[in-house]
């Protein structure tokens, strides 16, 4: 009895050992095979994750951020103990004291989903697994993962310490909201950093990764908050809180940005603007975009806020004046259906909806409620409704007729609010106020001009870009038009034939024809024209740019050569390839806003290369600088002390891309621009620079200007280009908004004369004939012009350029006393012609392309 006892006993025991044997072979084999292949965990010891990339403005304030995966870099060490022991309670409570994986957690899970037949199955993942399947592995739920996971887990425990591994779980995973890593998710639903969270904060940050697809801090608030109350009570058991701070935190609300109880971190920045996506874009083009939206850089840009906020209005006020002149109203072209009016917060939710621009200073978003007999009251995005409500009046929309949207066509002037508006319009308003005292007048209509434009300005000596507006609303249009729209310059270009000119023989006093001109061209006969339909004959160079003679300045590009003028624009950088067309010394090809104000620069500082730049410097995660505009070497700075009354030494390395006298030569003749002639309207405290541009039939209107140490540029058009009117002139439209801008500008940064190089003398001349004076000469004909060394003309037998063959010319001075006299010459077709007594030079405007 007692053997067979034994016997049965021993069979059993044999084929429990046997049957272990074979399942520890079967999962030994399991194990191996899927332990080959797999990929190194080794790599995450070297891990360096997606972190955020940040722009800086000069002071130091941050005015942008871009990433793929929201997510800020924190070191374990300076993560609190408070949410580590929020995330462990909630995800993995025995992290320090298991190899990698919890096999009673693994036992429990598979018992719960057996008995329940498979429809209770949860995770038993370990912080150590879900690092692996985050990094290394797929999201799959597979046995084959789970088995990879595993191995991968253990293998990583040997690997790195628990704080290191749990520093990769921390800055990894997902908390929703676009959030990644628990910075940056305190971050977007509390608007706090990680020291200042409380047990309740983190606990719900803890909550998150069960479902971050599905815990919304509002629509799924009750959820989210008995989760919270879990990992809550999870830290009460596991010691990290006491029962008291349990019961309080778990009393208390469930409060997020999301639902409106904090501002969002982003509410102290400034909305994205052309600025810092033109930045974007052109450090994702040099760095590449994973590195740029994931690599954590710190970036310091150019811009001076205050003076880009000046850029951006003046700009606004000017496209925003001309479409009010042209009356027509076309408004945002959004509605909101009848039923979503019925109450206040239904006509706010759906408001909230519409995509409008909200990024133009103290213009609201709002819905048309009610239309009255000649007034209509609306609903104002982020404005209280009063007793009274909120109204637009009749007089406010008697500057505008409707463009019916189907037909095309205008229709009568309004006279009514109704006229132009119906209930459910969704307008752009902004508050009138009184000038003397600020007071609120009235709400008021405002649209999105059609016409649109852009503005740049750099510092002339480093390229520093200091504002930058590419349209009237980046949140309407992203398209920025002073990078990316290439425009014909018109006159604007033609600083740079007379430049060029002025290094091939030429001076400020040299006679140039003008007189009409007629070529044969494969498009037929082209003949081209100053813009006030007259001719002047001969006339000196300087008042060729001053009154933008579009004849004299053809008759110089086909003398000098075009390609000798392409060679300078290419020089400059204006174009990368310039046709040798004679149309081309008129700005006929196109360029960039972006490429002339850089090349006027070269001006304005005496003829050295400057690279215009957006940023100062960047720097990488580690901070260490990988990009510095600015290479110049200060030779003194390594001295202890520099010398009493001594400032650093600077080597100035640039490039010089033309004489310094020229650049000076041209800068004082586009001085007489501004005082004289088409940029007359130029109205400022230091002295100023500039040329206007006008292209044909007005589609482009172009200013470009400079005082010593600031270049500002602007152009106005449409997207797809038309005439902007007969009256529509660079010295019009543009002028004004570098007025405004550079009155601010000089407030901040100053200005001087323009610094006279060595290597020339003066010479009195009569700038209307170009004829030498004596040096105590005066008057209003009188100009002292500046000529190089040796290069004096001689004044008794000037030549005369004309650019088409020898022609005989009778001089003013040659036709009588009156050197204003009337003056008979023979043109280049071989007729006589009579030159009036005096030129208007009051008429003139700003020439271009014709």
């Not at 600020?438 to 750099?458: C, K, Y």
């Not at 933008?548 to 060679?567: C, K």
């Not at 004004?736 to 009195?764: C, L, Q, S, Y």
Request: with cysteine; hydrophobic share 40%.
């Amino acid at each position: 009895m007692l053997r067979s006892i034994l016997s049965f006993f021993g069979a059993i025991f044999s084929w429990v050992v046997t049957a272990s044997f074979f399942i520890a072979l079967t999962l030994g084999g399991i194990f191996w095979v899927y332990s080959r292949d797999l990929p190194s965990h080794e790599t995450l010891a070297q891990y360096s994750p997606k972190t955020i990339s940040r722009v800086y403005s000069g002071e130091g304030r941050l005015i942008d951020e871009f990433a793929q995966e929201r997510r800020i870099f924190v070191p374990i060490e300076e993560i609190p103990d408070l949410v580590k022991q929020a995330f462990i309670s909630a995800e993995d409570k025995n992290f320090y004291s298991h190899p990698g994986y919890d096999l009673r957690g693994i036992l429990g899970a598979a018992y719960d989903a057996a008995r329940s037949g498979g429809s209770n199955v949860r995770g038993a993942s370990t912080i150590t697994q879900q690092v692996m399947k985050n990094f290394l592995l797929s999201s799959d739920r597979s046995v084959e993962r789970k088995v990879k996971e595993l191995i991968l887990a253990s293998r990583l425990e040997r690997s790195l310490s628990k704080d290191q591994i749990l520093e990769l779980y921390l800055n990894e995973i997902f908390l929703g909201q676009n959030s990644f890593g628990v910075a940056a998710a305190a971050q977007s639903y509390f608007n706090k950093s990680l020291a200042e969270l409380a047990p309740h904060e983190a606990a719900m940050l803890a909550a998150m990764p069960q479902a971050p697809g599905r815990y919304h801090p509002v629509r799924a608030k009750e959820r989210v908050t008995e989760r919270r109350n879990y990992v809550l009570r999870e830290m009460w058991q596991n010691g990290y809180i006491d029962q008291a701070t349990y019961e309080a935190e778990a009393g208390l609300p469930l409060k997020s940005v999301q639902n409106g109880d904090y501002a969002p971190f982003n509410s102290q920045m400034p909305p994205r603007d052309y600025f810092t996506d033109e930045i974007r874009r052109q450090l994702s083009r040099e760095f590449g975009q994973d590195e740029f939206f994931g690599g954590g850089l710190t970036i310091r840009a150019t811009v001076e806020p205050k003076l880009q906020q000046s850029a951006a209005d003046a700009l606004r006020n000017a496209l925003e004046q001309y479409d009010r002149g042209r009356g027509v109203w076309r408004g945002t072209g959004e509605t909101i259906p009848p039923e979503a009016l019925v109450d206040e917060a239904s006509w706010r939710a759906a408001l909230a909806e519409v995509r409008v621009p909200r990024d133009i200073p103290n213009w609201s978003p709002a819905v048309v409620l009610e239309i009255g007999k000649s007034d209509a009251r609306i609903g104002i995005e982020g404005i209280e409704e009063d007793a009274d409500g909120h109204w637009i009046p009749a007089k406010d929309v008697q500057w505008a007729r409707k463009l019916n949207h189907e037909t095309g066509k205008l229709e009568p002037k309004a006279r009514v609010a109704g006229d132009l508006l119906s209930v459910g319009d969704v307008v752009l308003v902004r508050p009138m106020t009184s000038d003397s005292d600020g007071s609120f007048i009235r709400w008021t209509l405002r649209q999105v001009p059609e016409v649109q434009g852009g503005f740049m300005a750099m510092d002339v000596n480093t390229g520093r870009v200091m504002a930058m507006q590419g349209g009237f609303s980046y949140q309407s249009s992203v398209f920025n038009r002073a990078t990316q729209a290439r425009r014909q310059p018109g006159s604007s270009f033609k600083p740079f034939v007379y430049a060029a000119a002025l290094d091939n023989n030429y001076t400020p006093a040299t006679i140039v024809i003008d007189e009409p001109i007629k070529l044969n061209t494969p498009d037929g006969l082209w003949e081209p024209k100053n813009a006030s339909g007259r001719n002047y004959g001969p006339t000196p160079l300087r008042t060729g740019i001053e009154q933008s003679r579009n004849l004299m300045t053809i008759r110089i590009a086909q003398d000098i050569g075009m390609e000798r003028v392409a060679e300078y624009a290419e020089r400059f950088g204006v174009y990368d390839d310039l046709k040798p067309y004679l149309a081309n010394a008129l700005g006929a090809q196109e360029t960039t806003l972006f490429k002339m104000v850089a090349a006027y620069a070269m001006f304005a500082n005496g003829g050295e290369r400057v690279e215009p730049t957006l940023v100062d410097r960047v720097q990488d995660r580690r901070g260490r600088t990988i990009y510095r505009h600015d290479k110049r070497v200060c030779e003194t700075c390594g001295m202890q002390a520099l010398p009493a009354g001594q400032g650093p030494v600077i080597d100035n390395n640039r490039e010089r891309v033309m004489d310094a006298v020229t650049a000076y030569q041209l800068t004082s003749m586009m001085e007489g621009v501004v005082k004289r002639g088409s940029g007359k309207g130029v109205n400022l405290p230091v002295p100023i620079a500039g040329k206007t541009g006008t292209t044909n039939d007005a589609k482009d209107v172009w200013f470009i200007g400079f005082s010593s140490n600031i270049v500002a540029g602007c152009y106005l058009g449409y997207d797809q280009p038309r005439s902007l009117g007969r009256h529509a002139y660079g010295g019009t439209l543009c002028v004004p908004v570098f007025n405004a801008f550079m009155r601010d500008a000089i407030k901040e940064f100053g200005g001087t004369a323009f610094k006279v190089p060595p290597g020339g003398h003066w010479v009195k001349i009569d700038r209307f004939t170009g004829q030498r004076l004596d040096d105590d000469a005066t008057g209003a004909n009188v100009i002292a012009e500046y000529f190089r060394d040796g290069t004096d003309p001689d004044w008794l037998s000037p030549v005369i350029i004309s650019g088409f063959g020898d022609e005989k010319v009778v001089l003013p001075w040659e036709a009588g006393a009156d050197s204003r006299g009337s003056t008979s010459i023979t043109t280049s077709t071989g007729k006589r012609k009579v030159i009036p007594k005096r030129t208007d030079f009051g008429t003139m405007s700003s020439g271009g392309l014709y």
